[in-house]
C-alpha cells in the first residue's frame, strides 16, 4: 500500500486565494512532512508536524494533522504566482528502525497572476 | 541553496556506458540518501547510507551502484542502464538516521538522466 496519497492532483487557482492540498496515508507515523518542488529541481522542506501535535504554521502555511483520520492538510495562504509548484507530503513510518520517508504523488499547484 | 549539491546536472549516456553521480553535502549531516524520481510515480527511495555504512537498500538492481567514501560524499555509479532507467535522480541529507527522532531531509538539485 503507499503511504501520503496527495489530493487533489492537480490545483489550478488565482493569485490572492487560498489552495489547500490534503494527503492520507495508512500506517501509524513519528512524523509527516510536507515538501515543495518547482519544476525538474530539488525538493525543499516546508514544513514539519510529528505525530502528537494537531497543527503548525509557518509564514503563509499552515498544516493540520489528524492521526485518527490518518491525513493531513496543508494550506497556503494569499498565494502568488511563485508558489506554482508540486507539493509532496512524506511520512516517517514509526513500524521502521531508522529514519525512512515515503512520498506521495504530489499535488500540482498552479497559481496564476 | 539547500547545502547539497550534484554534478553533473544532466547525463545522456548509452546502455553500455558507465558514469557516476556524485553528491556532496556541506552541513555536517550523518546520513544521505539517493531516490529515483520518474514521471508520474512517487519518489523511490533507493539508498541509505549512515555514517558511511550502507542501511538500506530498496531491490535496486545491481546495475546501480552506490559509494560512500566519507560522511559528505556519496556517488552513484551506473554501468549498463535500460532505457526505463531514465529519470531525475536526487540525492538528500539528513542530520541523523538512526536517532529515532524527527529530521527533515535536504534534497540536491538533482541529475536528469537520460539513457538512450
Known amino acids: 500500500s503507499q503511504q501520503g496519497e496527495e489530493d487533489p492532483q492537480a490545483l489550478s487557482i488565482q493569485e490572492g486565494e487560498n489552495a489547500t492540498m490534503n494527503c492520507s496515508y495508512k500506517?501509524?507515523?513519528?512524523?509527516l512532512q510536507w515538501y515543495r518542488q518547482n519544476s525538474g529541481r530539488g525538493l525543499v522542506h516546508l514544513i514539519l508536524?510529528?505525530?502528537?501535535?494537531r497543527e503548525k504554521h509557518s509564514g503563509r502555511l499552515r498544516v493540520t494533522l489528524d492521526t485518527s483520520k490518518k491525513s493531513s492538510s496543508l494550506l497556503i495562504t494569499a498565494s502568488r504566482a511563485a508558489d506554482t509548484a508540486s507539493y509532496f507530503c512524506a511520512t516517517d513510518a514509526k513500524e521502521t528502525s531508522g529514519s525512512r520517508l515515503t512520498f506521495g504523488e504530489g499535488t500540482q499547484l498552479t497559481v496564476n497572476p | 541553496e539547500t547545502g547539497v549539491t550534484q554534478t553533473p546536472r544532466h547525463l545522456v549516456m548509452g546502455m553500455t556506458n558507465k558514469k557516476s553521480l556524485k553528491c556532496e553535502q556541506h552541513?555536517?549531516?550523518?546520513?544521505m540518501y539517493w531516490y529515483k524520481q520518474s514521471a508520474k510515480k512517487p519518489l523511490e527511495l533507493m539508498f541509505v547510507y549512515s555514517l558511511e555504512e550502507r542501511v538500506e537498500n530498496n531491490s535496486v538492481p545491481s546495475r546501480f551502484s552506490p559509494e560512500c567514501p566519507n560522511s559528505s560524499h556519496l556517488f552513484l555509479h551506473l554501468h549498463t542502464l535500460q532505457p526505463e532507467d531514465s529519470a531525475l535522480y536526487l540525492c538528500?541529507?539528513?542530520?541523523?538516521?538512526?536517532?529515532?527522532?524527527?529530521?527533515?531531509?535536504?534534497f540536491g538539485p538533482g541529475t536528469r538522466l537520460t539513457v538512450t
Open positions: 538528500a541529507s539528513s542530520l541523523t538516521f538512526w536517532s529515532g527522532g524527527s529530521y527533515e531531509q535536504y
Open positions: 500506517t501509524s507515523i513519528n512524523n
Open positions: 552541513l555536517g549531516h550523518n546520513a
Open positions: 508536524i510529528r505525530s502528537n501535535e
